[in-house]
T-cell receptor, first 113, second 112 residues
Framework: GAGVSQSPSNKVTEKGKDVELRCDPI?????LYWYRQSLGQGLEFLIY????????KSGLPSDRFSAERTGGSVSTLTIQRTQQEDSAVYLC???????????FGEGSWLTVV | GEDVEQSLFLSVREGDSSVINCTYT??????LYWYKQEPGAGLQLLTY?????DMKQDQRLTVLLNKKDKHLSLRIADTQTGDSAIYFC????????????FGQGTTLQVKP
C-alpha cells in the first residue's frame, strides 16, 4: 500500500537476544520517526531522521537502542540484549518534512520473555 | 516541561455527541493533531488543524482550537460503537524539529 509499512508486525524474543525492526516510510517522505508505546502508556519519542542531517537521538532510552536509515528511505531500529521492559509497540512514522503532517505505521509489537 | 494533558476516560451512549478535550503547551505549535488508536492497531491520523484556524469540520468530526487558552477539543457527532478507541491529541512545536508531543490518550467507550 501507500502507507508506512513496518515489519515484523509481531515479534516474541527471549531476554538477552537482539532484535531488528524495519520501517518503510511513505515514498517521498524525507522525515522518519520512531516512537515507543508501552502497555497503558503514552507515546515516547525515540529518534528522528530528516534527510541527510544527523539524526536526533535524544529519545533513545539506553545505548542498547540504535537506529539507522539507509539511502534516506528504509530505517531499522535495533535493540541489543533485550530486556523485559523493552516489551512495547514500536511505531514508525514519516512526513514530507519537518512541520508537515505525520503518518504512522501499524507498529511492531515486541514481547520479550 | 512539555506536557500535553487529556482526560483519561470518556463514556457516552450511542448516538450522543462526544467531546474530548486537550490542553497543550507550546503556543507556537504549527499543527495540532488528533489520532485514533483502535485495540491492537497502530495510530490512525484522524484530523489536524493549522494553528491559524479556530475550527475545522470534517463530516462527524469538529475540531475547535482556542489558542489563547491552548485548548483543543474534538467533537464526534452521532457517536457510534465503532468510534470506541483511544484518542490522542498531539502538538508539533517548531522547537522540536517536527517531533510530536502526545497526550496520554483518552479512552472513549461507546455504550449501545
Amino acid at each position: 500500500g501507500a502507507g508506512v509499512s513496518q515489519s515484523p508486525s509481531n515479534k516474541v524474543t527471549e531476554k538477552g537476544k537482539d532484535v531488528e525492526l524495519r520501517c518503510d516510510p511513505i515514498s517521498g517522505h524525507t522525515a522518519l520517526y520512531w516512537y515507543r508505546q508501552s502497555l497503558g502508556q503514552g507515546l515516547e519519542f525515540l529518534i528522528y531522521f530528516q534527510g541527510n542531517s544527523a539524526p536526533d537521538k535524544s529519545g533513545l532510552p539506553s545505548d542498547r537502542f540504535s537506529a539507522e536509515r539507509t539511502g534516506g528511505s528504509v530505517s531499522t531500529l535495533t535493540i541489543q540484549r533485550t530486556q523485559q521492559e523493552d516489551s512495547a509497540v514500536y511505531l514508525c512514522a514519516s512526513s514530507k518534512g519537518s512541520g508537515n503532517t505525520i503518518y504512522f505505521g501499524e507498529g511492531s509489537w515486541l514481547t520479550v520473555v | 516541561g512539555e506536557d500535553v494533558e487529556q482526560s483519561l476516560f470518556l463514556s457516552v451512549r450511542e448516538g450522543d455527541s462526544s467531546v474530548i478535550n486537550c490542553t497543550y503547551t507550546d503556543s507556537s505549535s504549527t499543527y495540532l493533531y488528533w489520532y485514533k488508536q483502535e485495540p491492537g492497531a497502530g495510530l490512525q491520523l484522524l484530523t489536524y488543524i493549522f494553528s491559524n484556524m479556530d475550527m475545522k469540520q470534517d463530516q462527524r468530526l469538529t475540531v475547535l482550537l482556542n489558542k489563547k487558552d491552548k485548548h483543543l477539543s474534538l467533537r464526534i457527532a452521532d457517536t457510534q460503537t465503532g468510534d470506541s478507541a483511544i484518542y490522542f491529541c498531539a502538538e508539533s512545536p517548531p522547537s522540536n524539529t517536527g517531533k510530536l508531543i502526545f497526550g496520554q490518550g483518552t479512552t472513549l467507550q461507546v455504550k449501545p
